[in-house]
């Protein structure tokens, strides 16, 4: 198991969009996505 830390795009179909290291295999993963809300800019 590998933790990774990346940004994530989420379009508005829901389409979740992120680029991973190239060091990473070619495949198909099991992942858990922690979302946190955006940060508001005016605080």
Same mark, same amino acid.
Not at 24 to 43: D, S, T
């Given at each position: 198991?590998?933790? +990774? !830390?990346? %940004?994530?795009? &989420? *379009? *508005? !179909?829901?389409? /979740?969009?992120?680029? &991973?290291?190239? *060091? /990473?295999? %070619?495949?198909?993963?099991?992942?858990? /996505? +922690?979302? %946190? !809300?955006?940060? *508001? !800019?005016?605080?």
């Amino acid at each position: 198991m590998k933790t +990774i !830390e990346v %940004e994530a795009f &989420v *379009n *508005n !179909e829901g389409q /979740l969009t992120v680029q &991973v290291p190239s *060091n /990473l295999k %070619e495949g198909q993963y099991h992942a858990v /996505l +922690i979302i %946190e !809300e955006p940060k *508001n !800019e005016n605080q």
